[in-house]
């Protein structure tokens, strides 16, 4: 059974810093690209950030450009997005995703997501 489980997230300050982490079982973890998507209440999710397999390339959300850290580390099974200078508007669900392509199979995992609220 595949499961990816988020931790880290909680109540921050506008401009502090999480640090939240997306850890994978029963799937070969560095197989997959992975990203961090955000749900804001009332609105669509939204992708954050991501990682190829390897973890050689990188995206990100302009929005989050210059303060949020995408990495991983494929030995630990765990993916982690480095929040910095968070503001209101990170608040929301962040979910992790995982994301096998091979010729026309599309193989996608969803973690549960973990609350981030920033507020004063």
């Known amino acids: 059974q595949v499961q990816l489980v988020e931790s880290g997230g909680g109540l921050v300050h506008p401009g502090g810093s999480l640090r939240l982490s997306c850890v994978g079982s029963g799937l070969t973890f560095s197989w997959y690209d992975m990203s961090w998507y955000r749900q804001a209440s009332g609105k669509e999710r939204e992708l954050v950030a991501a990682?190829?397999?390897?973890?050689?390339?990188?995206d990100y959300a302009d929005s989050v450009k210059g303060r949020f850290t995408i990495s991983r580390d494929n030995l630990k099974n765990t993916m982690f997005l480095q929040m910095n200078s968070l503001k209101p508007e990170d608040t929301a669900v962040y979910y992790c995703k995982a994301v096998r392509i091979i010729g026309a199979t599309r193989t996608v995992y969803w973690g549960q997501g973990t609350q981030v609220t920033v507020s004063s």
């Open positions: 990682v190829t397999s390897n973890g050689g390339s990188t």
